[in-house]
């Protein structure tokens, strides 16, 4: 295939062989040499005939990418969902990706929240990216891709009211080249959600289940042999920790899932269906791709706890977990978790374990590493509406902060937490 040369935008409509639009442009930052071109991704089928090239580049020379950017979860995800819009950025160097950015467009409701209570939800055309990063290929300067993408998003900004970022490392590249603009990279203005005392937890997995326990005082190690006497006391014909992994499991557990979270205390402030079309399909191919990994606590053969979970490259990552709020008393997210901590030590070990953003007594209690990070917003110098709202946000968000610090200096948020599961 003959590529255009030089430092080029490329957007791409249908087929990448077939570039219907091409326009000439000035270098992309200082010190751009060479053959550099943009390839910007805008449907399923421009993506899907640089599926392979996108794989290989993961897999032979990306840095940093989670399960999140595999093409064929990302290919999931837009099947099942037609409101995501794909903006996907291709970096090239000669015919070689250097940076992948796989953004995509979705307009929804911005729900501005304090806590659990919503302000308000003005509708908002979001620019958000697979895996929360770009992967960047290994050994080469990140802000040269980086240039590359925020003059390409630049040039497409009148398509997106804000971009958002979850989970972005405070001192990771992306963070760094912000501060390295001033927090205005190539007309946006960076309005951070998050303080920056937030984190996300870690456990760091040693070899076996018994030197992770060792790790704790006996303090704490004692109270969690209370709570499985005490569970173990409940269920007086036993107890069954399943793991789901294959792809005939998947439809299984989202049933269990949807069986346990309609009894879950968070339940009754967001309803939600996870046995959906779309979440079955992307559920099948994590499982097919060897990532899908999570956990159900059943007793007398009724699912009471759920874990869901993707594993990959070393990493263990928690997403949505929940149980039967009539079993609280006697701590079925507890036992759930030390029994998958025993099995995921035991079998196929994860160098460690991401909890994921945000604050919680289990995170906190389990996790033995923190990492700081921030959700921000980028938004146009000249885009009223998407400051506005984000702004808003932004500041709801300050002053839950400061409310959750007052309630918890003065040693009341546990009896707040328990008043709010019990209603």
């Given at each position: 295939?003959n590529?255009?040369?030089?430092?080029?935008?490329?957007?791409?409509?249908?087929n990448?062989?077939?570039l219907?639009?091409?326009?000439?442009?000035?270098?992309f930052?200082?010190?751009?040499?060479?053959?550099?071109?943009?390839?910007?991704?805008?449907?399923?089928?421009?993506?899907?005939?640089?599926r392979?090239?996108?794989?290989?580049?993961?897999?032979?020379?990306g840095?940093?990418?989670?399960?999140?950017?595999?093409?064929?979860l990302?290919?999931?995800?837009?099947?099942?969902?037609a409101?995501?819009?794909?903006?996907?950025?291709?970096?090239y160097?000669?015919?070689?990706?250097?940076?992948?950015?796989?953004?995509?467009i979705?307009?929804?409701?911005?729900?501005?929240?304090?806590?659990?209570?919503?302000?308000?939800?003005?509708?908002?055309?979001?620019?958000?990216?697979?895996?929360?990063?770009?992967?960047?290929?290994?050994?080469?300067?990140?802000?040269?891709?980086?240039?590359?993408?925020?003059?390409?998003?630049?040039?497409?900004?009148?398509?997106?009211?804000?971009i958002?970022?979850f989970?972005?490392?405070?001192?990771?590249?992306?963070w760094?080249?912000?501060?390295?603009?001033?927090?205005?990279?190539?007309?946006?203005?960076?309005?951070?959600?998050?303080?920056?005392?937030?984190?996300?937890?870690?456990?760091?997995?040693?070899?076996?289940?018994?030197?992770?326990?060792?790790?704790?005082?006996?303090?704490?190690?004692?109270?969690?042999?209370r709570?499985?006497?005490?569970?173990?006391?409940?269920?007086?014909?036993?107890?069954?920790?399943?793991?789901?992994?294959?792809?005939?499991?998947?439809?299984?557990?989202?049933?269990?899932?949807?069986?346990?979270?309609?009894?879950?205390?968070?339940?009754?402030?967001?309803?939600?269906?996870?046995?959906?079309?779309?979440?079955?399909?992307?559920?099948?191919?994590?499982?097919?791709?060897?990532?899908?990994?999570?956990?159900?606590?059943r007793?007398?053969?009724?699912?009471?706890?759920?874990?869901?979970?993707?594993?990959?490259?070393?990493?263990y990552?928690?997403?949505?977990?929940?149980?039967?709020?009539?079993?609280?008393?006697?701590?079925?997210?507890?036992?759930?978790?030390?029994?998958?901590?025993e099995?995921?030590?035991?079998?196929?070990?994860?160098?460690?374990?991401?909890?994921?953003?945000?604050?919680?007594?289990?995170?906190?209690?389990?996790?033995?590493?923190?990492?700081?990070?921030?959700?921000?917003?980028?938004?146009?110098?000249?885009?009223?509406?998407?400051?506005?709202?984000?702004?808003?946000?932004?500041?709801?968000?300050?002053?839950?902060?400061?409310?959750?610090?007052?309630?918890?200096?003065?040693?009341?948020?546990?009896?707040?937490?328990?008043?709010?599961?019990?209603?």
């Open positions: 295939m590529r255009p040369r030089g430092n080029q935008l490329i957007e791409v409509q249908h990448p062989i077939s219907a639009v091409g326009e000439s442009s000035a270098p930052g200082d010190g751009v040499r060479g053959n550099a071109r943009v390839e910007v991704l805008r449907s399923v089928a421009a993506f899907k005939e640089i392979g090239e996108w794989e290989r580049f993961l897999l032979e020379h840095a940093d990418h989670t399960y999140m950017h595999d093409p064929a990302i290919l999931s995800d837009l099947n099942g969902n409101e995501h819009v794909p903006r996907f950025i291709v970096v160097e000669g015919n070689e990706i250097t940076c992948v950015a796989p953004f995509y979705v307009s929804q409701p911005y729900r501005i929240k304090l806590g659990l209570i919503q302000l308000a939800a003005p509708r908002l055309r979001m620019l958000k990216i697979y895996g929360g990063n770009v992967v960047h290929r290994k050994g080469q300067p990140t802000s040269r891709g980086l240039d590359h993408i925020f003059r390409t998003l630049r040039a497409l900004s009148r398509e997106f009211d804000s958002s970022f989970e972005l490392p405070i001192g990771g590249d992306l760094t080249y912000f501060e390295k603009c001033e927090r205005k990279p190539h007309g946006f203005r960076m309005v951070q959600q998050t303080d920056d005392a937030s984190v996300v937890h870690y456990i760091q997995l040693p070899e076996t289940y018994d030197e992770y326990l060792s790790s704790f005082k006996t303090r704490r190690r004692k109270t969690w042999r709570i499985e006497r005490d569970f173990d006391a409940q269920c007086p014909r036993g107890y069954d920790l399943v793991k789901l992994t294959t792809p005939d499991q998947a439809e299984e557990f989202l049933k269990d899932v949807d069986t346990v979270y309609a009894k879950t205390w968070q339940a009754r402030a967001v309803k939600r269906q996870h046995a959906t079309i779309a979440n079955k399909g992307y559920y099948r191919t994590s499982a097919e791709r060897n990532l899908f990994r999570s956990y159900v606590l007793v007398d053969g009724a699912p009471i706890a759920f874990s869901c979970g993707f594993q990959h490259r070393g990493v990552y928690f997403g949505e977990t929940g149980y039967d709020s009539d079993w609280r008393k006697h701590s079925p997210g507890t036992v759930l978790l030390l029994r998958m901590l099995d995921l030590c035991a079998h196929d070990r994860p160098r460690e374990c991401n909890f994921g953003f945000g604050a919680g007594l289990q995170k906190e209690t389990f996790g033995n590493r923190v990492e700081a990070v921030s959700n921000l917003s980028l938004v146009r110098d000249t885009s009223i509406r998407g400051a506005v709202v984000i702004r808003s946000d932004a500041s709801a968000q300050w002053f839950y902060r400061m409310m959750r610090r007052t309630v918890t200096r003065f040693g009341i948020d546990h009896w707040i937490r328990e008043r709010i599961k019990r209603q």
